[in-house]
Nanobody, 129 residues
Framework: QVQLVESGGGLVQDGGSLRLSCAAS??????????MGWFRQAPGKEREFVAA????????RYSDSVKGRFTISRDNAKNTVYLQMNSLKPEDAAVYYC????????????????????WGQGTQVTVSS
């Protein structure tokens, strides 16, 4: 099982930017074999898909609400996945979670929670209007 630790959350003004990081670790794992995703959960709402990236990094997918503003990327040498968030809006405020799916197909991205079996503890993003 891989361990995931998110960082980079915080308070930002409407229209501002943040970059989230998710560092993966484990006794025996190969980060490059994992598909990765970001999800978020706002108070009183269900957790929702934000962005996903294939294990090679060559394929990405975004929710309609963040498309064009957020960018997911990964550095397999650093065992880290990132979420660059630009033009943040108050409705983007949530706890953001990183997720990992092992033994992923190279050309697939995954947008459903049940596709992932490892989750981080989350990092809070607050956007002030």
């Amino acid at each position: 099982q891989v361990q995931l630790v998110e960082s980079g959350g915080g308070l930002v003004q409407d229209g501002g930017s943040l970059r989230l990081s998710c560092a993966a670790s484990g006794r025996t794992f190969s980060f490059s074999s994992y598909a990765m995703g970001w999800f978020r959960q706002a108070p009183g709402k269900e957790r929702e898909f934000v962005a996903a990236i294939a294990r090679s990094g060559g394929l990405t997918r975004y929710s309609d609400s963040v498309k064009g503003r957020f960018t997911i990327s990964r550095d397999n040498a650093k065992n880290t996945v990132y979420l660059q968030m630009n033009s943040l809006k108050p409705e983007d405020a949530a706890v953001y979670y990183c997720a990992a799916r092992p033994l992923a197909t190279a050309t697939m991205v995954h947008t459903m929670e049940y596709d992932y079996n490892s989750w981080g503890q989350g990092t809070q993003v607050t956007v002030s209007s």
